[in-house]
């Protein structure tokens, strides 16, 4: 089992910074692959950005703007977001597949095991 608690979402303005992190308990190994992904109001959950093995991968609308970073040796991952857009506005959820899986599938959603309960980032202008 692992569970997984999100923190650091709030309302910031337009062109502002945020941090979000999660924390990761239970059977994690260096080889599982966590991620971010956001479901805005009205749209579907989307990948935002996942890490492992020191890769990661981004969403093409995030790509410059967000840093995904993990601490292996804490479980964690971070979510550093620079110049925020109000289109960024969002529920952001952590989330971990603890296997191994090729680098193409990490923004699949369904190769995700886990789920944290979200952190809402409100982006305003």
Known sequence: QVQLVESGGKLVQ??????LSCAASGDISRNSIMGWFRRAPGKER??????SGGNAVYADS????FTISR????????LQM???????????YCAVRVRRVIVGAWSRQDEYNYWGQGTQVTVSS
């Open 14 to 19: 337009v062109g502002d910074s945020l941090r």
């Open 46 to 51: 989307e990948f935002v950005a996942a890490a």
């Open 62 to 65: 995030v790509k410059g703007r």
């Open 71 to 78: 601490d292996n040796a804490k479980n964690t991952i971070s």
């Open 82 to 92: 620079n110049n925020l857009r109000v289109e960024d506005t969002a529920v952001y």
